[in-house]
């Protein structure tokens, strides 16, 4: 029997409202708290996905009882301070790209997971993608040399 894992979530953007879709669909996982500066556009969010508790403090869905882990969708200035403060809450935390905005601030962030031994990962799992894996042996290998690279994402379905 596997267990149900609660969740908060940070951010209403674009990405935030795309994990909601994609966690819709994990039957063991509950969003139970989403925080996000707008309570007027939190609320009604939470509402769509039935999410009983919603603040504008991050601090608040942590201290919620039962929450194990954060996923953050907050602007990349956010990222690493709140990360950090999902790890000395005792929380896993899944941050949306980039980690930080700066190395030093991924550093502190990194450190922390290694003192908590606490799940902390990004979101950037291109990585897997056969593309990106043939490149990355090409690059290894010494057989290819980047000298620039341009990369453009969307968070937008287009019709």
């Given at each position: 029997?596997i267990?149900?894992?609660?969740?908060?979530?940070a951010?209403?953007g674009?990405?935030?409202?795309?994990?909601?879709?994609?966690?819709?669909?994990?039957?063991?996982?509950?969003?139970?708290?989403?925080?996000?500066?707008?309570?007027?556009?939190?609320?009604?969010?939470?509402?769509?996905?039935?999410?009983?508790?919603?603040?504008?403090?991050?601090?608040?869905?942590?201290?919620l009882?039962?929450?194990?882990?954060?996923?953050?969708?907050?602007?990349?200035?956010?990222?690493?301070?709140?990360?950090s403060?999902?790890?000395?809450?005792g929380?896993?935390?899944?941050v949306?790209?980039?980690?930080?905005?700066?190395?030093?601030?991924?550093e502190?962030?990194?450190?922390?997971?290694?003192?908590t031994?606490?799940?902390?990962?990004?979101?950037?799992?291109?990585?897997?993608?056969?593309?990106?894996?043939?490149?990355?042996?090409?690059?290894?290998?010494?057989?290819?040399?980047?000298?620039?690279?341009?990369v453009q994402?969307?968070?937008f379905?287009?019709?």
């Amino acid at each position: 029997m596997i267990r149900k894992i609660n969740l908060a979530l940070a951010g209403v953007g674009a990405f935030g409202i795309k994990h909601l879709d994609a966690l819709q669909h994990i039957e063991d996982v509950e969003v139970v708290s989403l925080a996000n500066p707008n309570l007027d556009k939190t609320k009604t969010v939470a509402e769509k996905y039935g999410i009983a508790h919603v603040t504008t403090e991050l601090a608040e869905s942590l201290a919620l009882p039962g929450v194990e882990a954060v996923i953050l969708c907050t602007p990349t200035p956010m990222h690493a301070a709140q990360a950090s403060q999902c790890l000395q809450a005792g929380k896993h935390v899944q941050v949306e790209i980039p980690l930080a905005d700066n190395f030093a601030d991924g550093e502190v962030v990194a450190r922390l997971q290694q003192e908590t031994a606490l799940v902390a990962m990004c979101g950037h799992t291109r990585r897997f993608n056969p593309s990106h894996q043939w490149l990355h042996k090409r690059i290894r290998a010494g057989q290819l040399h980047l000298q620039q690279m341009d990369v453009q994402t969307s968070p937008f379905k287009v019709s």
